[in-house]
């Protein structure tokens, strides 16, 4: 594993364990664990915000006001990006 997917694998273990383990997560909560995972895939993955966007079936500023934190996915586009492992 070299330097970089290391950090990805500690940044994305971090993340869980600050956000995505609380009991009652908030709206707030759930908005900061999409944006930070969303932002460490496409940057792992070096892909556009147009690239998810048509990976999981939204448009580009959908992804744009997840990565703001300004709104989250339904429940529906969160379980695809689950499936895709982005979540």
């Known amino acids: 594993m070299n330097n970089e997917d290391m950090f990805f694998k500690m940044t994305w273990q971090k993340i869980d364990q ?19 995972k969303l932002d460490l895939y496409i940057k792992k993955h070096r892909l556009t915000h147009e690239e998810v966007a ?5 448009t580009r500023m959908q992804v744009f006001r997840w990565l703001q934190m300004k709104s989250k996915p339904s429940n529906a586009v969160m379980k695809l990006m689950k499936q895709e492992g982005i979540l």
């Open 18 to 36: 600050e956000y995505s383990q609380r009991d009652n997560k908030t709206d707030e909560d759930i908005k900061k664990d999409v944006a930070l």
């Open 54 to 58: 048509k990976k999981i079936g939204v």
